[in-house]
Structures are given as structure tokens and as C-alpha cells.
């Protein structure tokens, strides 16, 4: 199975709280990413990376940041929570070219409440 | 235009029908094209890869048009289970080092 984990599966927290989603992967990619994903809807890019020290944004706009201090490893946090946030986020990477496409995490459904 | 347009759906179907998908992408230099699956609420999965020649998977079948920017996927004999969301995604070509960019998808529901 896949070698890209998401913690937690599931959050449920206050407003104005600061929260960090956690992404690792084993495989060694280069390119991670985060995307955003409202029920029955599209994926939305947030964040993408494409090394260490890496960091973009992505399509849509976010008050999420990300750092990437090591290769398996590609947090996301926001600084203060807000309903609006409630989403779920699926973290993905892909090696250095995306020939092979992109291995998904299974997500984190946050909900603030 | 749309980088990656496909036809919403839902496509409604019966057990053992044959149902096609189609997708048309705008940027001419992309090179990578992929069908994945997305269940309710889970994360998207690679279903295939679409090659120039066109390729086959068991009940699935997966083409490409590069003249005409077009991508399908065909789905023989549906079984309950093909129920989910069929997403497109093409690389995007040129800046961003070939991220993918992800169609809206295409819902299908298979009924008994």
C-alpha cells in the first residue's frame, strides 16, 4: 500500500487554535504536495515542494504555511484556525518527474468549529 | 478554456453496461496523462496511465488523442464496485515543473 502517511485521520478544533497537519512519506520522492478537497468537490493546490528548502504556493490561495526541513516529511500549519478552514487536506507526492503520478495520503478532515 | 474539462456527470448505469469517459486538455505540450479513482471521502487512487498507443487493464481501456487534445476511459461490464469518481489529470507543461493538474471529475454510479 501507500507509503504516505497522514496524522491525524481526523481533528476536531476550536477557533483560533494553531494546528499542524502532518505529512511523511518513505519512498524518497522529491515533490510533495497539499491540496485541498471540500466534500464532492475538486481538488484544490495549496502548497507544493519541490526538495529541502522548497516551498511554493499553489493554485488556490491559503492562509496555510508548509515547511520542508527534510525530504520525507512536508507539514502544514495554520497559525489560527477558522470555520472556513473546515476542509479536508490530502497530502501527495510524486518522484522528480510526475511520469509516475502522484500517491495520495489519505487525508485529514478538519473541522472547526 | 479550462485546463482539464470533463463531463460532470453522474453517469447513472446498470450492472454490466459499458460506459465511456471523455477529457480534453488545452495545453498542446503536455505529455503525461493519467486517469485515477476517487471514492466518497477517500483519498484519489492512480487507476491508470494513458499512453499514446493506448493501453488496457482488465475492464478498463484508456486512450489518448493528442491531435484533438482528448483523453477516454472505457469501462466494460460494470460491476457495483466501479461506483466512485473518475478523475482526469494531465501534466501541466512548461513552468511549475510539470505538476499534474487535476480534472473536476466524473461521477458514476453503477445500480443493480
Known amino acids: 500500500e501507500a507509503d504516505i502517511y497522514q496524522t491525524p485521520r481526523y481533528l476536531v478544533i476550536g477557533t483560533g487554535k494553531k494546528i499542524t497537519l502532518e505529512c511523511s512519506q518513505t519512498m524518497g520522492h522529491d515533490k510533495m504536495y497539499w491540496y485541498q478537497q471540500d466534500p464532492g468537490m475538486e481538488l484544490h493546490l495549496i502548497h507544493y515542494?519541490?526538495?529541502?528548502?522548497?516551498?511554493e504556493k499553489g493554485d488556490l490561495s491559503s492562509e496555510s504555511t508548509v515547511s520542508r526541513i527534510r525530504t520525507e516529511h512536508f507539514p502544514l500549519t495554520l497559525e489560527s484556525a477558522r470555520p472556513s478552514h473546515t476542509s479536508q487536506y490530502l497530502c501527495a507526492s510524486t518522484p522528480t518527474t510526475p511520469a509516475y503520478g502522484y500517491t495520495f495520503g489519505s487525508g485529514t478532515r478538519l473541522t472547526v468549529v | 478554456r479550462k485546463e482539464v474539462e470533463q463531463d460532470p456527470g453522474p453517469f447513472n448505469v446498470p450492472e454490466g453496461a459499458t460506459v465511456a469517459f471523455n477529457c480534453t486538455y488545452s495545453n498542446s505540450a503536455s505529455q503525461s496523462f493519467f486517469w485515477y479513482r476517487q471514492d466518497c471521502r477517500k483519498e484519489p487512487k492512480l487507476l491508470m496511465s494513458v499512453y499514446s498507443s493506448g493501453n488496457e487493464d482488465g475492464r478498463f481501456t484508456a486512450q489518448l488523442n493528442r491531435a484533438s487534445q482528448y483523453i477516454s476511459l472505457l469501462i466494460r461490464d460494470s460491476k457495483l464496485s466501479d461506483s466512485a469518481t473518475y478523475l482526469c489529470v494531465v501534466n501541466k507543461a512548461g513552468g511549475s515543473q510539470g505538476n499534474l493538474i487535476f480534472g473536476k471529475g466524473t461521477k458514476l454510479s453503477v445500480k443493480p
Open positions: 515542494s519541490y526538495g529541502v528548502n522548497s516551498t
